[in-house]
């Protein structure tokens, strides 16, 4: 779920609870006015059922989010899911309570209370942690003074886990890009997925998404051919379209020749590609398709 319409769907969970505890609390210390009483029932029921379905709502996206995590969960997600579980035999004691034990109604008070005050903490920190980590992402680059820090196999757990949220790391793993593409693409993923991914983050990522493009170059036998294949193809035909949709498609030499004859015609500049230039990138492309 986004988490703008979770913060949303959360502070409605909370305002919603308060106002059905509010008149809970209103019903309880009119003793005599029956008239005014059963109006505010029905308030508290029709609330009531609202805050049992958003509740319910909430707890369907977490667990589907909590089954698709690869890696151990955070301290601050352990605490938010026993928080909301809690809050399911809370909720249950008092509908029972409710419906079959009106001797104990005097406790009814206490539990309602109970309930919104767990919901406004799990609200707490759903909500507030996004409000309170949203702007603080800027265009992060690796520089000099990161050497120290950064770690293969630390960018990799940390690509692994926080990249294949949206995607499947196939589409990570399969792009070819140069250090500035892969900066751009890395942030652009970071904004997308903000705050979850940090600068930390960025960079480490970075690194490790450098370096293994590095290695699976250098493990090429025609690695140096296929830098300049590579580095014309993301200079010249990421003009009009991204570069997956040249690295996603598989074709034979034949067809990349009037692959790359069309998108000269479509570009219609005498001088974008030199015949040579043409001659290397059909190779490089169908050299591709061999290999893999
Ligand atoms: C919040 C969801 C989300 C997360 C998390 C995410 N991505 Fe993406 N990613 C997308 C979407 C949506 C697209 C397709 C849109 C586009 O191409 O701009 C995409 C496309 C891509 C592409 C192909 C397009 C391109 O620009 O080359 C790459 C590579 C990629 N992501 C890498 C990553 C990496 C690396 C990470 C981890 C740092 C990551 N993604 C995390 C949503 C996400
Ligand atoms: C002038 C803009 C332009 C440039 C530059 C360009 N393309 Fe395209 N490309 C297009 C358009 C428009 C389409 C979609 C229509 C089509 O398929 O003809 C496309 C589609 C494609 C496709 C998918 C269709 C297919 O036939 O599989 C591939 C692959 C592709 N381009 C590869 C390349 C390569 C390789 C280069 C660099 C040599 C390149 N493009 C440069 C405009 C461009």
Known sequence: MNPLIASVLATMFVIIGGVTVLIMLEMTGKTRDNAGKTGLILAHRILGYLFLSLFGFMLFFMIRKVAGFQEELTARAVFHIVLALSLVPLILVKV???????????????????????????????????VLHRSNLTYTTLSAQDNDVLNMELGKAIMNKKCSKCHSLERVYRAYK???????????????????????????????????????????????????????VSSKCSVCHNLDR??????????????????VTTMDEPDFLSEQEKSDIIAFLSRREAIE
């Open 96 to 130: 029972l309570v409710v419906r079959r034990l009106p001797q104990l109604s005097e406790k009814l008070p206490l539990l309602g209370i109970a309930i919104f005050m767990l919901s406004f903490g799990l609200t707490g920190i759903t909500a507030g942690y996004y």
């Open 246 to 263: 040249v690295f996603g498609a598989r074709k034979n030499e034949k067809q990349w020749t009037t692959t790359v004859g069309r998108m």
């Open 178 to 232: 140069s250090d500035d593409g892969w900066a751009g693409t890395v942030n652009k993923m970071a904004l997308l997925d903000s705050p979850n991914i940090t600068t930390f983050d960025v960079k480490q990522v970075l690194n490790y998404l450098i370096e293994q493009q590095k290695e699976r170059q250098a493990k090429n036998p025609a690695g140096l051919e296929d830098d300049v294949g590579k580095s014309l």
